[in-house]
């Protein structure tokens, strides 16, 4: 805090205990008002809060009112995307921009519209005249994250229709925004690099006709070199991460802003802010780091009791960053497996041991398949706890030699698709503010003026 020896001023420790002091509300009092904490029902389902044709999230059956476990399946406007993953192997193509036309508009393109589509998306990856000198080069940032929130935000100012909220006006600013994403987080990232880490930026010219995971990899490595097995696999990776229902945080907090009647750009910022944080899109890096932890704690990591022991150290809160969380396992939709989690494993498992990761990723196996036993045993719950996505993700990435720095920020750039097709069904069929209650349980007192406190 600012110091001025002429002034006396309260110490943070001071304040910080003043508002202890003040504001402590019971555990019990929201058990007591039937407070529905984090928007959940008493089991760990979701409070319903609106309808959406966007994506269905299923990873549970309801039968006479309870939870009944299921295998787990994400949907895209109706379709299954492991299908979609699936047809884009079998055609060998990319997928990414497919989906991106999926979620936005409802079907499958054909053939001339996706083309038609990339071509546009590539036109639009261009950012505006003088954006990254002034924006990105003269204000790097420690965060990608914090940079790309940023940017999205100033690019309000370069925009001659911003405010306009008309469904035509809005998917323009969509499109644009998820063609722009990516190449505001390499360069952001670039200049990270130069700036923090006193090593040479590379920024590569635009190249019209890459796809996006192409474009992504180009203008990260120096040679601007990749292999076709290592795009596609970031492609898959895009277009697993592209939606995930209109509940989970980002998302949410997407609808939350937009029914307010706010501007795209405001909208979009205040998503990737959310997911930003460790317990949402952040989730891959403390993978990673609890991946080290593991590492630096067990003498023979093929040794099942080993990482057994370990992982009952970190539910105890002794090990690891002591949050007392397995990262990368339970998830508050999925029960028996998350479908994400199943297609990055398979293709983990080959990259992996091509790029000498095989170590790490048998540890990530060992935790997915000890950590329900573990968990059972010291907390004495034995409800289904599957691994999620974010377990084998950051893996990925480290193998496609995608630094740490990006791993949420590329989850930003392939959620920005759900997050705009969220925003335009808002729009179309939300009509209300979002507006939920809280109850007061503060009591009511009498004023007392300042010279009798």
């Known amino acids: 805090m600012i110091k001025n020896p002429e002034i006396t001023m309260p110490s943070l420790e001071s304040l910080c205990e003043e508002y202890k002091k003040n504001n402590h509300i019971d555990a019990a009092d929201f058990v007591k008002h039937d407070v529905k904490r984090g928007l959940r029902n008493a089991d760990g389902s ?36 492991k299908d979609i993953i ?75 229709n911003p405010d306009d909220t008309s469904i035509p006006n809005i998917l323009r600013q969509s ?26 930026m590379f920024l590569h010219p635009i190249d019209k006709k890459l796809s ?3 474009f992504i990899l180009s203008c990260l490595r120096p040679d601007q070199s990749y292999t076709e097995e290592e795009s596609k696999l970031l492609d898959t990776c895009l277009i697993l991460h592209a939606e995930h229902g209109g509940g989970n945080n980002s998302t949410f907090t997407t609808r939350v802003l937009s029914s307010s009647g706010t501007d795209t750009y405001s909208a979009i910022a205040g998503a990737i802010g959310s997911l930003k944080g460790p317990r949402h899109g952040g989730a891959n890096i403390k993978v990673t780091e609890m991946l080290f932890h593991i590492k630096a704690g067990v003498s023979n990591p093929n040794d ?7 992982i009952a150290k970190l539910i105890r809160k002794e090990a690891g960053d002591k949050s007392g969380l397995v990262y990368g396992m339970g998830h508050a939709v999925y029960t028996l497996s ?36 573990v968990f059972a045993e010291i907390k004495g719950s034995f409800k289904p706890l599957c ?31 759900g997050w705009s097709a969220h925003r335009v069904e808002e729009f179309v069929s939300g009509g209300r503010i979002i507006r939920p209650a809280y109850k007061a349980v503060a009591k009511r007192r009498e004023y007392v003026s300042l010279d009798e406190r």
């Open 387 to 417: 691994s999620n996505v974010d377990l084998y993700s950051g893996l990925v990435y480290r193998a496609l030699g995608i630094p740490d720095d990006l791993f949420t920020p590329i989850f930003a750039v392939s959620r920005s698709a």
């Open 86 to 160: 699936d047809g884009c192997v079998k055609d060998n193509r990319f997928g990414f921009e497919e989906v991106v036309w999926l979620l936005l508009f409802g079907e499958l393109p054909s053939a001339d519209k996706l083309q038609g589509f990339r071509d546009l998306i590539a036109e639009c990856r261009a950012l505006p005249d003088d954006f990254a000198e002034d924006m990105i080069i003269k204000a790097p940032s420690p965060n990608i994250m914090n940079k790309l929130a940023r940017s999205v935000l100033a690019l309000y100012s370069y925009d001659d």
């Open 46 to 81: 979701g409070v319903v809060a609106g309808l959406t044709r966007i994506c269905n999230v299923h990873g549970y059956l309801i039968s006479d009112g309870e939870r009944i476990p299921d295998e787990g399946e994400l949907i895209y406007r109706g379709v299954n995307v």
């Open 175 to 200: 499109i644009e925004l998820i063609a722009r994403l990516p190449t505001i987080m390499v360069y952001a990232y670039q200049v990270k690099r130069r700036h923090y880490d006193n090593q040479t």
């Open 212 to 214: 996006t995971a192409e």
């Open 304 to 310: 099942d009791g080993e990482i057994k022991d370990f």
């Open 338 to 373: 998350d479908p994400r989690s199943r297609i990055l494993h398979d293709r983990a498992k080959n990259v992996a041991i091509a790029k000498g990761f095989e170590t790490d990723f048998k540890i990530l196996e060992a935790v997915e398949r000890l950590t329900p036993e």
